[in-house]
T-cell receptor, first 112, second 115 residues
Framework: GEDVEQSLFLSVREGDSSVINCTYT??????LYWYKQEPGAGLQLLTY?????DMKQDQRLTVLLNKKDKHLSLRIADTQTGDSAIYFC????????????FGQGTTLQVKP | GAGVSQTPSNKVTEKGKYVELRCDPI?????LYWYRQSLGQGPEFLIY????????DSGLPNDRFFAVRPEGSVSTLKIQRTERGDSAMYLC?????????????FGPGTRLTVL
């Protein structure tokens, strides 16, 4: 089955860029997603990328997809303290039911 | 508009007891998903409903877990003979459809603690 791996922790200073990385084993997912989870709040979709794209930019967020290496990354420009949260990458794998397979999450700590 | 809601927000029970967790999806969303999230892990898929039927229940860990969605809206996750290992955050999500680009909207979760 699908396996999604993420680094567990990233610490940056406010104003720096953050890069969160994700690798996956099953390349059949049509879409790949980044979700954000803040304490006491539900998971929130941040952005997504269609599998035939290499890059997608959405304001401070840039998603890069390297299909050959099965590597997905999320870059947050000008990181703010409000960006502190857990970030999950997710894909559908080979499923056609829409279920999501999540990585274990990367905790982003932003220091003032 | 109202998002996905889940009740209760917290549930503490004793080993061996039966529990029910409720999910109210966004109105009009035909797809509904249940996930389980253990501490320090990502959400793990349990079951997916398209309308009233369970289209994929491959994530249910064993036959103590069961879920229903009788009218295609509210769903209930039922756990019989609870075990300490069932302690986790149970998340519900809904989406407009279950196919193609599929933004899943998550509820705040029910934290289940089995003593």
């Amino acid at each position: 089955g699908e396996d999604v791996e993420q680094s567990l922790f990233l610490s940056v200073r406010e104003g720096d860029s953050s890069v969160i990385n994700c690798t996956y084993t099953d390349s059949s997912s049509t879409y790949l997603y980044w979700y954000k989870q803040e304490p006491g709040a539900g998971l929130q979709l941040l952005t997504y990328i269609f599998s035939n794209m290499d890059m997608k930019q959405d304001q401070r967020l840039t998603v890069l997809l390297n299909k050959k290496d099965k590597h997905l990354s999320l870059r947050i420009a000008d990181t703010q303290t409000g960006d502190s949260a857990i970030y999950f990458c997710a894909g559908h794998g080979s499923s056609n039911t829409g279920k999501l397979i999540f990585g274990q999450g990367t905790t982003l700590q932003v220091k003032p | 508009g109202a998002g996905v809601s889940q009740t209760p927000s917290n549930k503490v029970t004793e080993k061996g007891k039966y529990v029910e967790l409720r999910c109210d999806p966004i109105s009009g969303h035909t797809a509904l998903y249940w996930y389980r999230q253990s501490l320090g892990q990502g959400p793990e898929f349990l079951i997916y409903f398209q309308g009233t039927g369970a289209a994929d229940d491959s994530g249910l860990p064993n036959d103590r877990f069961f879920a229903v969605r009788p009218e295609g809206s509210v769903s209930t996750l039922k756990i019989q003979r609870t075990e300490r290992g069932d302690s986790a955050m149970y998340l519900c999500a809904s989406s407009l459809t279950g196919q193609g680009f599929n933004e899943q909207f998550f509820g705040p979760g029910t934290r289940l603690t089995v003593l």
